[in-house]
Structures are given as C-alpha cells and as structure tokens.
C-alpha cells in the first residue's frame, strides 16, 4: 500500500548523498560504544548542547545532554510543555556484533600468536574468517590509567585476522552444518609469526608483548582488565554502480543510532521535550548497567525533571508514561536472493523509507512490543501530512525465526512506543547493506516525528 520509492520522491539526488556522506563518515569512525559516545558527544557541543552536569537550571529551548559509563548518551532540546506531559523519544543502540577478547587471551601455537576470542551478539561464526579484522578497545591500568586501542583502520596500520581451511582438504569440514564449520572456541586471532631473540619458548608470543609494551605500555596481566573488541577493518563504502547504497560494519543500529542523533541535534525547540537515547547491550539482550533495561535512562529523566520543575517521584512517572517513542531500529530488508524466508507483502523494501514494525518478536511474537493502533495511526497521519515515505514489515515468516529490540522495554512505562528504523540487507554480518535514500528519509522522519 505504502511502497513509494525515495528515489522517485526527490527530483535531485544532492541532499541524500551529502547526508549519507556524513553518516559514513560516523559509521567509519564509531566501530565501539565508546566511540559512539565519544562522537556523539563531539558533535553535540558543536550544536551548543551542554552537558547535564554543568547545568543549574533549564528554560525551553535549553540542549543538554547525559552520558553513562561512556556507553550511553541522551540529548534533549526542552520543549515549551513541563516535562510531567511527556517526551518524545527516539531510542536507538549503538552496539554490533564482533568479536571481544577474552581475559587470558593472548597465546603461542606452532610458531603463532594468537588471541582467543568470544563472540557477542548473534553472528554466523564462518563469516568472520579470512577477512581484514581491526582490534579497538580499552586497557585499564591497576593505577587507574585507561590506554586507548586502535589497530587496523589507519593507511599504515597492519590488521589481523582468523584464518580458514584450505578447500583441498575440506570434505570433513564442508560436510558439517553452517552453524558448525567455524567454532566459536575457532574464532582466535593471529596477531604474528616473528620470534624475540634470545626466548627459547613462546617467543613469538614474547615478541608480541614486547611490541605491545613498547607502543602502548601494558603487560599480559592488563589484559585482565582490558575491553577489546574485534571489528571488520576499513571504511565505509559506497555499494552499487550507482552507489546508491551503503556498505559498512555496524549498520545494525548504528544508521538508526546516527539518524535519530541527527534529527535532535538538528532540531529546535517542540512543544514537548526532544530526546534521542543511545543504549548498549541490545544485542545480548538489553541487560546490565549501560543496557535499556538499566535505570540510568530513569534516572537522567528524574534530573531533567528537577532542573526544570519541582521534583516529585509522581511526576517522573507522569513523564515516562505521558511520553510516545520510535524505538529506532533496523528492520530486514528484502533480498531477491533469499525471497522465501519473507511474507513479500509484509517485507521491508530498500528504498522504500523508513519501516515500522508494529510487533518483533518470534513465531507467536514473543518477547514483542506489539504497538498500540491508535498511536500508530497517529504517526501515518503526521507522516502523510508531511509527505515522508514510509513501509510496514514484519521480520520474516511466520515460524521462520525472528528477533527483538529495545521497544518493550520503554514499553513497560506504559509510554506509547513502535519500531521504526533503516532496512538492512546481511545483517549482523561483518559487511551489511543500507539504501542512502532510506537513511535520509529515517532522518526526515525522526525530525518529524519531534514535533508530534
């Protein structure tokens, strides 16, 4: 009903490539939460947003914005209604799948080094092998100091890798399952192949240390409390002849994350209160201290609340649940490829706009949000009176699989919320695909969306 192609829509393509160049730019540098944050922080006191805890009382009109943990970021513009009438949220996480190191990791095998590694978040562990990995993290020192790690995404950087069995001996291999021909405790990184002198064992491993110490200064007992992430190394690209599309790691939900980040640093003052909340730990469920599940985001509300009113518990919760939210997160695109997984007429389509998922979840939508229709037949209204494009979807096949996002938890406030986001081809692989039409009108319509 509503498959109108944003391509058609614009006469002239400028503004969606000028965008989406910027958004590479971010897709490229934020492969961590930390960077993420770091970013986004960057880019919000260019806009003149403060931060929260230099602040001793907020006006309409006033930006300020709250970190946690360096993992979360929320950023509001105040709008002319108390904060007790409601928000308006676009909530996106900005953690992928990868690799992170484990916590004794570093080991020699037949004149190798190598890392051990665990998987985070939902991948297929054969995508992972023979391709150019990049290494980013933290290491923190017993003296409090933190060293930043950055390996494999600069000109002359080296990037590492996991390797693979050659096909001339790989009937045994090639016989198994998918989910069985890498495994996970398969997924190590060699990181060289050069012994130190003078070490009669584990010299390559030696070797290894001895280069770590000299460029960053930490020893083998640091990677005890060290956050390291292994990444797919190199730059966004543009993808298609035309190069109507994106082609980078982090995708999931980082176009949504970047889209939502935008349409609140690029607004001005609404009638309700702006916010765009960037969470972790989506992809493992939503859990822990920088999780949606967490109370930081509560917590941030309550602050807003009492630099801007008199504080009351009733009031917080009068705000949380007289708020409406877009749960901003990627949907499954389409691929002509693999057309049988998907219900054609409920799929969401590259180029199409935006796509909302009014339910996730799995087979009989468990674990799903299932949006309120009177809330969605808002946000057509509002959409249709501003001429932005837009789908509906669902996530495959009934039986077919399915999967979730942060919406329910918002939910549980009994604030209005519905997923809405970028569709994404080969997602949670290590190169996945976004349309640039799609990316700029999710951009539109979040900044439509503010002014509900």
Not at 23 to 42: M, P, Q
Not at 52 to 75: C, R, S
């Amino acid at each position: 009903m509503y498959n109108k192609n944003v391509w058609k829509k614009y006469e002239k393509h400028d503004e969606i490539f000028s965008f989406n160049e910027d958004y590479k730019d971010f897709l490229s540098a934020c492969k961590t939460e930390r960077l993420c944050v770091a970013k986004s922080v960057k880019l919000a006191k260019e806009k003149g947003f403060v931060d929260i805890k230099d602040v001793k009382k907020l006006l309409p009109g006033d930006k300020v914005y709250a970190t946690n943990k360096k993992k979360n970021i929320a950023l509001f513009v105040i709008g002319d209604k108390p904060l007790e009438e409601g928000l308006r949220i676009l909530g996106a996480h900005i953690d992928s799948p990868r690799l992170d190191v484990k916590q004794n990791p570093l080991y020699e095998n037949t004149n190798f080094a190598l890392l051990d590694t665990h998987y985070y978040g939902g991948i297929k562990k054969y995508q992972w092998v023979t391709i150019p990995l990049a290494i980013y993290g933290v290491v923190c020192k017993k003296d409090g100091s933190v060293i930043d790690i950055s390996i494999g995404d600069e000109e002359n950087d080296p990037v590492v890798g996991i390797s693979d069995l050659l096909i001339h001996l790989s009937a045994d291999q090639l016989s198994k399952n998918a989910a069985k021909v890498i495994e996970g405790e398969n997924l190590d990184v060699t990181l060289g192949s050069i012994p130190l002198n003078d070490e009669e064992t584990n010299a390559v491993k030696a070797n290894i240390l001895k280069l770590l110490k000299e460029k960053y200064d930490f020893e083998e007992e640091d990677f005890l409390s060290a956050e390291l992430e292994v990444v797919p190394a190199g730059k966004a690209r543009d993808y298609g002849l035309d190069r109507s599309m994106v082609a980078g790691y982090g995708h999931d939900d980082r176009v949504c994350a970047y889209t939502s980040l935008r349409a609140v640093l690029d607004s001005n003052k609404q009638t309700y209160t702006s916010c765009a909340v960037l969470v972790d730990k989506e992809e493992v469920g939503s859990i822990g201290a920088t999780g949606a599940d967490s109370k930081w985001f509560e917590n941030v509300i309550a602050e807003l609340i009492n630099l801007t009113d008199t504080y009351s518990d009733l009031k917080l919760r009068h705000a949380l649940t007289n708020s409406k939210m877009l749960s901003s997160d990627v949907s499954a695109g389409f691929d002509p490829l693999y057309a049988s997984v998907n219900d054609a007429k409920n799929s969401a389509y590259l180029g199409n706009g935006i796509c909302f998922n009014k339910y996730t979840g799995s087979r009989g939508k468990s674990g799903a949000n299932d949006a309120m229709p009177e809330y969605f037949a808002e946000i057509r209204n509002l959409l249709d009176e501003n001429d932005v494009y837009y789908q509906t979807a669902e996530l495959g096949r009934v039986d077919q699989g399915g999967g979730g996002t942060i919406a329910y938890i918002l939910g549980n406030y009994n604030m209005y919320v519905i997923d809405a986001g970028v569709a994404v081809l080969s997602m949670h692989s290590p190169l996945e695909i976004v349309s640039k039409a799609d990316v700029y009108e999710a951009y539109v319509a979040y900044k439509t969306f503010l002014k509900i």
